[in-house]
């Protein structure tokens, strides 16, 4: 950042941003486009670099330059003036689509937009033309305080927002300041409440059992899935009759990676494993074709998942938002009380962390039965 001097300049533009005004302008020594404008307070000429090419997003940029400066002073513009974040937000979000693996990656990015339009109020070319210093814990806490709507909504914006950053091995090579890191850090306020699952009532699960295999076909291999072996939704829509394996004594459903089929899962390997198939199941299961729900391609499967199956879910469950996942949550409570070990629950859901299951996913029936323990403990001592 640099003040006074004179510079020979090869184009200029005026930028004004409601009572303020400021030049963006390009020299001989640089093909990036430079902002000079005079400082309210001290009536100094400030010049300093947006460190772009385009014209477009440079008049953006500079725009959001100048009403930092005006609002914050000086430190704004040091911030603008530092070398790591002469990366816009649109630089970032294109790298990061680029490089991560994840099939949530298209989702996190529309979500990190989706707070800085509202935090910034600007369109989604203005918020990428900003410099990556408009995001920072600050950020978020606007976010918090400025969103009308669900907490679920929020704690989903904010998440996937901050999930664009989590992965240091997706910004090799690419520099973030330092308040990115900060807001990469913090978890206040983006973690869901414990226990988020309600166990469905017993008549519920009766009914939706009967309308199942009343509808027959796709509707109950998907209810079948979920309900008993905790499959997600995208699962059940790459899932194929091929899974399933017949290893003499018992029938297993084998859930991993497979490339050549385009199955990624949610956290790759950590979340393959090997199913016991119930053998009264067996039978529903390979009479399907192929893939266990219908469509010619994994599209079509998907959205069977999210509509078709969502919707005769919902008929059931009207209250419930995840719909199909509240079918895998039952399942691995269902199987929690059973046996008691989280950590079976955790391997059955793919989990990595049995604290993940803990949180979300099983719960313990609010009733505990003491009398056949300490019946065993009495009966050993006598």
Request: aromatic residues 8%.
């Amino acid at each position: 950042m640099l003040s006074g001097g004179r510079v020979c300049r090869m184009d200029t533009h005026d930028i004004k941003v409601g009572g303020m005004a400021g030049k963006l302008y390009r020299t001989a020594d640089s093909p990036r486009w430079q902002l000079e404008f005079r400082h309210p307070q001290t009536t100094k000429r400030i010049r300093i670099s947006t460190g772009l090419r385009d014209l477009v997003m440079a008049k953006e940029k500079a725009k959001g330059m100048i009403t930092d400066a005006y609002r914050d002073g000086l430190a704004a513009l040091r911030a603008h003036g530092q070398r790591a974040v002469h990366k816009t937000v649109g630089e970032a979000v294109d790298h990061y689509l680029k490089v991560a693996q994840i099939d949530t990656k298209q989702t996190n990015v529309n979500r990190l937009l989706r707070m800085l339009r509202l935090v910034l109020g600007q369109d989604n070319e203005q918020v990428r033309a900003r410099p990556l210093t408009v995001i920072s814990p600050d950020t978020a806490a606007k976010y918090r305080t400025t969103y009308q709507g669900s907490a679920y909504t929020m704690r989903s914006v904010l998440s996937g927002a901050r999930s664009v950053f989590c992965n240091p091995m997706d910004w090799r090579g690419f520099p973030l300041p330092d308040c990115i890191k900060e807001f990469a850090a913090m978890t206040k306020g983006m973690k869901a409440p414990v226990s988020t699952f309600v166990r469905i009532p017993p008549e519920t699960l009766e009914g939706m059992e009967a309308s199942s295999k009343a509808i027959g076909g796709a509707t109950r291999r998907a209810f079948l899935l979920t309900r008993y072996l905790g499959m997600t939704p995208k699962e059940v829509a790459y899932c194929r009759k091929g899974w399933i394996e017949d290893r003499g004594d018992r029938h297993v459903m084998v859930l991993l990676e497979r490339e050549d089929e385009g199955l990624k899962l949610k956290t790759g390997a950590k979340r393959g494993r090997v199913m016991s198939v119930p053998t009264w199941m067996v039978p529903e299961l390979l009479a399907a074709d192929d893939f266990m729900v219908p469509g010619h391609t994994k599209g079509m499967r998907v959205r069977f998942m999210e509509r078709n199956f969502n919707m005769w879910v919902r008929e059931f469950l009207p209250d419930r938002r995840a719909a199909a996942y509240e079918l895998r949550k039952q399942a691995g409570s269902d199987v929690l009380n059973e046996t008691g070990r989280i950590s079976l629950v955790q391997h059955m859901l793919g989990h990595s962390e049995p604290s993940t299951t803990a949180r979300f996913y099983a719960v313990f029936d609010r009733e505990v039965d003491l009398r056949d323990v300490w019946q065993k403990e009495r009966a050993s001592r006598s």
